[in-house]
Each structure stands twice: as C-alpha cells, then as structure tokens.
C-alpha cells in the first residue's frame, strides 16, 4: 500500500466518514432522547412549541455577534437584504404580541466569526417563554430541565473539560457581585459607581489580578475579560450555579431591577460552561431602540458595520406582555450530558471545514 499525501494526511476527515460517525453515534442518538426529553418538559408544562421562520429583517442587535446576510428577490427583480437570525427571539416575541402564553421552540440559529468546541456557526436554541411571571420561574424551569435530560439518558454526572455537576442538584444561586467578590476579590458596586460606571478604577482592579486590559477597552470589555477568565471556570462546580442581577449594561434586552445598576438577567452555569442566558424581558420600545442603537453603534467603532432594527419586532413590543424569556444552548446541553468534548461530536450534520481551517 503506498504511503499518503501529506495533503491527505492534513485534510481534516469529513463528518460523513463512517469511521467518523460510528464515533459520534451514540452521542447523536442520545441528542435525539434529549430533544424528546425536552419536548416532554414542556407539553407538561402547558407549553406550546412554535417553529419561527428563518429569514428575519434583522439577525438581532448586540455589538459582539455577528450574522449571516442574505436577500430576497421579488417576482420584478427588486432586492431586499435579509438575515439568519442569531436567535429565535424577535419572532417569539412577535407571538407574545400576538397573544400566545407558554411557547418554547428547537430553532437553528447562526452566528458568524464563532467556530471552536463550544461553538458552531449554526447550532440549536431551545427557547421559552413565560407571558406575565417572573423571571426567577426560569430558574425553576432551569432545574427541572436539566433534571429531566438527566433521566433521559440514564446519566448520573454531567460533565465537560474534566469538571463534574449533579443535575439533580438545586442550582446555586449567585449574584453577579458576590462572584466578581468572591472570585476576583472586586467590589463590583464600587466599579459601578453612583453616576456611572468607573472605567479607569475597574482596569485597575483588572490587572491587579493579572488581566490583560488594553487602551480601547471599554467597562463592558474589562467586565467581560474578568467574568471569562477568572470567574466562569468556578461555575457549575458540582452543581449548576445561576449567575443573577447582571450589571444594566450588559443586558442589552432585559428590564432593570429595583436597583437600576442591575438588570433582570442570569445565567445558568454548569461545569463552568455557559448555558443559558435568562431575562425578565423589557417592553419598552423606546428603550428598547436606545439600547439598540447604542449597541450598533459601538459594533460600527469595532467592526466597521451593523445590522438593521427590526421595525416590526420594535412595534410588536409595545403591546406585549410582562414576560420572562430564555435561551438554551441546546447543543451543549448534549456535550454536558454525555460527556462529549467537542461540539461537532453531537451537531448530525456539521458545517464543512477548509482542509486548513483549525
């Protein structure tokens, strides 16, 4: 037999190999045990699943994800650029509008410039919603489902990366100030000052715990690198861990709290590995449009573009209920519960790779 290309030997063997998907099986078969799980959890809870289209007018309004564009040509020729949406939540809400109570959804969503082991260019969210209860319901939810996935496959431990949490354990409840306390020895209230976020005092309490902040950072970047890298691998430690009451800023969609410093927003935590991210949803949509537009704003300083509001999705929200709402990262959610490292371990089709991609 003569010997390989180097060029074979680099190309990275396609998904459909079967060497390939006798290997991933049995991670695949028990995704399709959860996505039943799941469904089961709901319909006892009086949900109703709804499947949302794909093309929207806007792929969402965060400065740090990115899309997919797309068009749509009409019978005469015109154009009309479109999105693939990097969640379900524009149209659920839409149906909240409309009158709908308890809706989850199984949707693909999309999002560009993210490609590694907990993320895939296009990947499933499972979504809820919850017309006129508190957010702190999610948490519940949270529990039950993780519980119920558990069960589903027969699993004892979820697990990712070396680390281990019981799923049938109450989650810990968390403030986001008593992890950046207890973990990186910061007193978030102080950074956050009495008029305003204190950006230069915040750098300075970053690098005194060895966090590289550069120049252009801003408070929500100095944030962001802190949670990352000195906090979130504490997290779902044995059990799940709820992160809850994030600072105003960064919760771009959620209403704020009795304390306007904080915004009605967590997330669920488990194995150090973030899972869902939970709101207690604003309704009003002039709010709504400034914190858009600021968002678009600051994605145009970073990466020299932005992406449409929803116009629809902005009038619907005028007359939609107080609701809380979430989404799950359901892929994941399958790497925890069997033990998978790897996301394309547990994706049936995942998006092909250049030979030199890494």
């Not at 009158?99 to 260019?121: D, Q, S, V, W, Y």
């Not at 914190?291 to 619907?316: H, K, V």
Request: proline content about 6%.
């Amino acid at each position: 037999m003569s010997k390989p290309s180097s060029d074979s030997l680099d190309k990275p063997s396609p998904w459909w190999s079967p060497q390939i998907h006798s290997g991933r099986r049995r991670f695949l078969e028990a995704r399709t045990k959860l996505t039943a799980a799941a469904r089961e959890f709901f319909a006892a809870e009086s949900f109703v699943e709804v499947d949302c289209a794909i093309l929207q007018a806007s792929p969402g309004n965060e400065a740090h994800i990115s899309a997919f564009a797309t068009e749509i040509v009409d019978p005469s020729g015109a154009r009309l650029p479109l999105y693939l949406p990097a969640s379900p939540e524009f149209a659920c809400k839409k149906l909240l509008s409309a009158g709908e109570k308890r809706i989850f959804t199984l949707a693909h969503a999309f999002r560009n410039r993210e490609r590694g082991k907990l993320h895939h260019p296009e990947f499933t969210m499972l979504e809820w919603y919850r017309a006129n209860e508190p957010y702190q319901r999610l948490v519940e939810d949270c529990a039950g489902l993780l519980a119920a996935c558990a069960t589903a496959v027969g699993c004892g431990d979820f697990s990712f990366a070396g680390s281990f949490a019981d799923p049938f354990a109450e989650p810990e409840v968390l403030s986001v100030a008593e992890a950046f306390d207890r973990f990186a020895g910061i007193d978030l209230c102080a950074v956050l000052g009495g008029t305003g976020p204190d950006r230069e005092r915040f750098a300075a309490c970053a690098c005194k715990i060895g966090i590289r902040i550069v120049e252009d950072d801003t408070w929500s970047d100095v944030f962001s690198k802190i949670l990352c890298e000195t906090i979130e691998p504490h997290l779902g430690q044995g059990q799940a861990t709820i992160l809850i009451d994030y600072p105003a800023g960064e919760a771009a969609l959620a209403r704020l709290g009795p304390d306007k410093r904080f915004a009605e927003r967590f997330e669920l935590f488990v194995c150090g590995v973030e899972l869902a991210n939970g709101f207690g949803e604003l309704t009003d949509p002039a709010e709504q449009r400034r914190r858009f537009e600021a968002e678009m704003t600051e994605r145009r300083r970073i990466y020299g573009e932005s992406y449409p509001l929803d116009e629809d999705f902005l009038e619907a929200l005028a007359i939609m209920p107080e609701a809380s709402g979430i989404a799950l990262g359901f892929d994941r959610l399958v790497m925890l519960a069997t033990g998978a490292q790897h996301i394309e371990q547990v994706i049936w089709t995942p998006v092909v790779r250049n030979a030199d991609a890494t």
